[in-house]
Each structure stands twice: as C-alpha cells, then as structure tokens.
C-alpha cells in the first residue's frame, strides 16, 4: 500500500521559514495530483497547496504568496516551503496523494 511520511515540522518564530518534506513509498507523486493539508486545533482541515500531475499549483489564500508546494519526481518527494511563518499557520500539516492517501501529519508551531 501506498505510504507517505512526513517530516520537517517544528517550532519557528513569526516570520520564520520551514520546509516540510513527505516521502512517498508504494507510488508515484508525478502521476497523481498531489496536496498538502492543515488541521489547528478546533478547525476542520483545510487544503493548503496542491499540484497537478501536468505541474498546475493552487494555493489556500491564506497562505498565497507565502508558501510554495512542489516535487521531485526522482525522489518521490513533495516538498511544502513555507515563509513569512504566521501564528495562524499553527497546524499539523499533512500530505496527501489521489485519491485518498495521507501522512501522518507533521506539526508545525508558529510562536515567540
């Protein structure tokens, strides 16, 4: 079955950086639509990012502008690079690949 793993998450100040990496195992990131999710305590998880197979991103527009989804093929790793960190981005960020495969989440804390 298919796997995925995630890992970068931390504490960061406000206007930090972090990178969050999932690695995929028992499938392909390049041949399915790909996602990063986020769930805060007392929220419903919500789509941060996503990528189409052809390399189409969206972005949540909370997060637009500031955060970056991408993959590497070679790797069968998708990537979630997040600048000009917020409290707000506080969640645990999960990745996710069509039609219904996710990690088991990474938690990010955006404090001073």
């Known amino acids: 079955q298919v796997q995925l793993v995630e890992s970068g998450g931390g504490l960061v100040q406000p206007g930090g950086s972090l990178r969050l990496s999932c690695t995929v195992s028992g499938g392909r990131v390049s041949i399915v639509p790909v996602a990063w999710y986020r769930q805060a305590p007392g929220q419903q998880r919500e789509l941060v990012a996503g990528?189409?197979?052809?390399?189409?991103?969206n972005y949540a527009v909370s997060v637009k502008g500031r955060f970056t989804i991408s993959r590497d093929n070679a790797k069968n790793t998708l990537y979630l690079q997040m600048n000009s960190l917020k409290p707000e981005d506080t969640a645990v960020y999960y990745c996710?690949?069509?039609?219904?495969?996710w990690g088991q989440g990474t938690q990010v804390t955006v404090s001073s």
């Open positions: 996710n690949t069509w039609p219904n495969r």
């Open positions: 990528i189409s197979i052809g390399g189409n991103t």
